[in-house]
């Protein structure tokens, strides 16, 4: 039951089947003015709706004036108006209709019996017998035909007028008329057609470009070509099976998955994983470059979507499916707005230094937690901030990541004209689209960037991290690009050169081969040697020395500065180990020693960082050591590194004397770096315990990362004045090599032989003094800006002077 409201303000009953206008007249709220009675009343029509018949009567009485005019051409309007105002009878019978309709509809906008009495006595019954005979959609269609009727004998009665003939004949000579219109229609329709050919043209060419279609035969890449990333490989492999046989899984009530997404590093070999998949399965396919949807206008991205889309479904029907491959996927589909994503609000895609810091976690804390803490001061909408840029959705147009979304999950349309139109036409229903076996697969190296609609499940169901290989994932890589060229490479220096190169990836491997080739080919050889290797592994990690000489004082010191970071790393650090050490100056570095992960590791402990700290300390303690309490600059770039880790094991990694994590603070606004009611940065205080026990005295961040540092470099000059004879030892060797291997460097500290120094020599004690008097000496010269008397000792030579 509906109630309206009656008079003397009770609601009283409407039937359910009342007409549409009654309530919806009775709905409209009354309005607060003294002028209009209480009650529904019809709602106010605007001015041009009122006029606008009146004002279409009136031009066309011009215009049959105008057609009197020009069938005789000496008549004047004056005379051509006194002519049709005799012949317009009808013309002014329908003004005076609309002039009685929009009085009837001014009268029932003010007065409210007036309107109830049309709406539901008048007219109610016969729209309450209408509806319950006629359904909704046959008065619909009732209505329609009625107003076309109604235009078509509108348009006979001014043709009849004009042509001085009666409506019924006019309609008959209707076609003639279009017949003889025909040729300027045509002119006209040409016309626009070039017009608008020539926008087609510039947009089709635009859109071309950016896609590569290889065929089956054309690809030549399988499984067994990809090295170093099985685990990835078996995930893929369990994709294209469900795409050679989809009943499998879909006559259990699923559905094939989709989408891959392989992410990592650059040079991992996800190009290379999504060509063997198609060189697998014997399907087309389509390479998708990063550039393609880049353009300088508005919409031509959406027009390369949506013609690649119509190119893979025909690719797909004609060969039984289609691997399409998006490569740096997130010039394409980067969010424009911040979400909630990220390692916390998209799971895989967080550093694998620890545990998921989130999944223990309630939805409401993850999500404060994904908003910077925002909600924890009730604030998250101030830190919403609109990443509008320039395309504002990807790819630099911003309907084009929409497209790809819509294209990739939205309804696929039937196919054909005479499908789509002439079976519905005749009452028949289309067939339904068939099932287009697409595998879309997409790589990038900053999964982060993409926005989460295209992440979602139905239009990327996988995601795949291809990381860097482990190392019998390098070895294996190592093995099969050596394979194809002559080397003597053992077994033992395989494993030794997978060791040594933690980081290598598949590209990075591929390049380090064909560098040892090409230095054996320039030394007239066409066999790799471990020589070979080692050389261009040194040319690619450090880069081509510069043809420099240091003078004699320097070239002491920079060795003296690297003997100290060597023989710290030996004594101190045991998760890295040595594996090259140098004193040939190169584009940003006077020298340098580089570490190595023996082992593949996934955590950090506090006892390693601090051995890294110390590392990098051991310049400046060194240097002071050596140099009586005098330092280089060069210390400069130790000191960035050590406060660095100092500061995010005090502040982030909980190993230092404080316990809440620095970020956090931060974002809640409480933390140091955030400005406090007067306008000064704001500092946490944590209580820092004292050595013998007990509490002291509480500081503040910087205070507590200075003391940590201060503490690391009282230890590292113990080590190194306990290692005196050590450092000039390697000092020694580099000055003589300019640069060792990492094997090298631990003969000399333990006084055995190397694979190129013979490091027995450092441990008889007339040659330990001649280095301590060429030391001397080095530092006499330092001191006096002057040249070093004494010449670099030479095992089983006496050290003599220079002048």
Known sequence: MIFRRGGGGRPAPVTE????AVVAAESEPERETGTRPKGPVRKRMALFDRVKYLLMLTVLWFVLVWAAMADNPLLPFGDAARERHAASAWLYAIAV???VRQTHYLVSERWSGYHRFWTERFFGGFERQSQRRLSPWTRFRVGRILTWLCWIAIIAVVIGAARDTSPVLALFEVPALLWNAMPMVLQIVFIMLI???????IFWFLSRGGVEVYYPDDIKTRFTDVWGQDHVLERVRENILYLEDPDRIEERGGYVPGGILLWGPPGTGKTLMAEAVAGETGRPYVFVDPGAFINMFFGIGVLKVKGLFRKLRKLALRYGGVIVFFDEADSLGRRSLPSGGGPLGQPGFGAASGCHGGHYLSEH????????GAAARGGIEDKVVAGMGMGGGGGGDMGTLQALLTEMSGLKKPRGFVNRHVRRALGMRPKPPPKYRILIMMATNLPTALDEALLRPGRIDRIYKVGYPSKAGRLRTYKG???KVAHELTDEQLDKLAVVTPYATGATIKDLVNESLIAAIREGREVITWADVMRAKRLKQLGPPEDVEYIERERHAVAVHEACHAVMAYRTRRHLEIDVAT???GSDYLGMVASIKPEDQFTRWRSE?????????ASLAGERMFFGEDNSSGVSGDLESATT???LMEAYWGMGAGVSSLTALQALGIGPGTPDAKGGPVGVAVAVPKQGGGDAPSGRLGERIEKMLADLLAKAEEILAESRLEVLAVAHALEAHKTLTGDDVIAVIDGRQGPLVDGTVYTRPEFQRSLEHYHQAAVTAHEGHTGVTLTLPVPGLRTTGTG
């Not at 804390?365 to 910077?372: E, K």
């Not at 960082?609 to 300390?617: F, K, P």
């Open 17 to 20: 089947d009342a007409p549409d």
């Open 97 to 99: 209709v609309e002039l």
């Open 195 to 201: 017009a608008v050919g020539q926008f087609v043209a």
């Open 365 to 372: 804390t993850r999500q404060v937690l994904v908003t910077g």
């Open 481 to 483: 690009y050596f394979a």
């Open 583 to 585: 004193i040939e100056k």
């Open 609 to 617: 960082y601090e051995a890294d700290i110390l590392v990098s300390l």
């Open 645 to 647: 880790v100092a500061a």
